[in-house]
């Protein structure tokens, strides 16, 4: 198969050289072949890139100032670009990530336009100015202004979907960014990059520089970024936070996770397999939401543990851009490495239900099988830490309040989940679950409301209007009382 090469970066809004020579080769975590290469960002496209951002955003008569209405229909082309690279958006990421093609179709292709246009109404249909009649006299006029030059880094777990939990809303705001990729997912990056040319959007309101950590630091330390929009591990979100904190420079972090679902006991997990599958072992378990601790009662845990053996055992593992593979490999020889040493770690912690090892007859990727552990305690290190794989741990609880302990009793707060056939006893069940979303029988990322984490799964929202608040500013206007 031919390669896909880059050999130039989209900065303000034009494709330049790169300031060095280097690339980044991406290697197909299926075939374990290189797929393409683009350039790797150096500090001085970071430069550049920032500059043009700075020019676009302070530019009087510019980006910022525009009626929400005039943003909204360039954002409404840049969807309508994006919607016709759909099929190759989801097809690259499939590629490069490893993520089940049916599943990046929605996540990869779906979500982004839909983002821009949730985002475009939003900022349409709030006033631009609110009056508010002051108590003291006088008038205030109260606008939210755009927050600035916004400097956005996403991990290659969702690239595309991420990107645009960042990007919609900072763009309907009146915002320029930096966007900077991972490594393992830059051809969908660069795909967006030519949607975004196509559209129309004004120079240097949208700037793409892929490279790694090093680059990343540097952007969000950059004199002239005004905010940082940060998705990835919880180690590097507190990197940046202390720099941020340094700096007084506002960010959002959205980090990882090790979220529970609590099977009540009269749940029908074999009626809700999908959505069960769908809250549990998503995108070969690499999504920071994910319920990767179950929490069965006692009561009914033999059968409930089956319940999830049968399903994990049963999920076609292959080629993530076959449609029938539910199960694609991890992103990196690198990641598999690390899900199996706390694969190891399981094997000493509980009992292994199913999986464990890598799939019989698949010679080539990074191909892990998904794996249930049963009879693990909340304490042990595959309870508590975040494994980013396809491994699940069961946790035996004895009532309703030792579940919502078990749930609460970890360091992470993002993600949930409660199974139960009473919607109404679930749902109060999922109101004592200390964390920053939970489904019930089902989990989803609903554009309308806001996801995100307490504790160390992070600080701030993304989506819903709170998703737009991250992008903005409020400014007052005094008006003298009349004379
Ligand atoms: P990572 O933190 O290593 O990398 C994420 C991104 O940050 C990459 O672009 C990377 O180059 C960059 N980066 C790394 N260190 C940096 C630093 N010190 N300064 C600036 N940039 C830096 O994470 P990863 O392993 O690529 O991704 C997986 C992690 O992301 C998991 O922990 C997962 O839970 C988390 N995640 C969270 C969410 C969420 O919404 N909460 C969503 C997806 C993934």
């Known amino acids: 198969m031919p390669t896909l090469d880059y050999r130039q970066l989209y900065i303000g809004g034009q494709w330049r050289d790169p300031a060095q020579s280097e690339t980044i080769d991406v290697q197909s975590p299926t075939t374990e072949e290189i797929i393409g290469s683009v350039p790797r960002g150096g500090r001085g496209d970071i430069d550049a890139a920032v500059a043009a951002a700075r020019v676009a955003f302070d530019d009087p008569d510019g980006w910022a100032t525009w009626h929400p209405k005039q943003r909204a229909d360039v954002l409404e082309k840049f969807a309508a670009e994006l919607e016709a690279r759909g099929a190759e958006t989801a097809a690259r990421v499939s590629m490069q990530n490893g993520m089940p093609i049916w599943l990046a179709q929605q996540f990869e292709a779906g979500f982004p336009p839909l983002l821009l246009r949730y985002y475009s109404d939003l900022m349409n249909s709030a006033p631009v100015e609110e009056e508010r009649q002051g108590m003291l006299g006088g008038v205030s006029l109260v606008s939210r202004q755009p927050v600035g030059v916004v400097g956005a880094i996403v991990p290659w777990n969702v690239p595309q979907g991420i990107s645009f939990l960042k990007l919609a809303p900072a763009l309907a705001a009146g915002c320029t960014v930096v966007l900077k990729p991972a490594e393992e997912t830059v051809l969908d990056a660069f795909l967006m990059a030519e949607a975004a ?59 990882g996770g090790k979220s529970a679902a609590i099977v009540l006991d009269d749940a029908d997990i074999a009626g809700s397999i999908e959505s069960f599958f769908g809250a549990t072992l998503l995108n070969n378990g690499q999504i920071c939401w994910l319920n990767t601790r179950v929490l069965a009662p006692r009561s009914r845990y033999t059968e409930i543990v089956d319940t999830i053996t049968g399903l994990a055992s049963a999920l076609t593992i292959g080629d993530p851009l076959d449609p029938e593979t539910k199960i694609g490999p991890l992103v990196s020889s690198r990641q598999r490495e690390r899900v199996e040493g706390y694969i190891a770690k399981g094997k000493q912690e509980g009992r292994l239900t199913t999986g464990g090892s890598r799939p019989s007859g698949q010679d080539r990727g990074w191909f892990v099988e998904p794996t249930v552990f049963a009879d693990v305690d909340n304490n042990a290190v595959i309870s508590r830490e975040e494994i980013f794989g396809p491994v699940l741990s069961v946790i035996p609880y004895a009532d309703e309040s030792e579940a919502i302990a078990i749930a609460n009793d970890s360091n992470y ?38 996801f995100g984490g307490i504790k160390e799964s992070g600080m701030g929202r993304e989506l819903g209007p709170e998703g737009l608040d991250a992008f903005q500013v409020y400014k007052t206007i005094y008006l003298p009382p009349a004379q």
């Open 413 to 450: 707060g993002l993600g949930g989940s409660v199974w139960s056939s009473d919607t109404e006893r679930a749902a109060g069940v999922a109101r004592k679950v200390r964390s920053g979303t939970v489904g019930v029988n089902h989990y989803v990322n609903e554009p309308v409301a806001p």
């Open 197 to 255: 040319a196509a559209a129309g959007l004004p120079p240097g309101v949208l700037n793409v520089v892929p490279g790694g950590r090093d680059i990343g630091a540097y952007l969000v330390e950059h004199p002239d970024i005004d905010k940082v929009s940060f998705t990835g591990s919880t180690a590097a979100g507190r990197a940046i936070a202390e720099t941020c904190g340094r700096l007084l420079r506002p960010v959002t972090l959205e980090l």
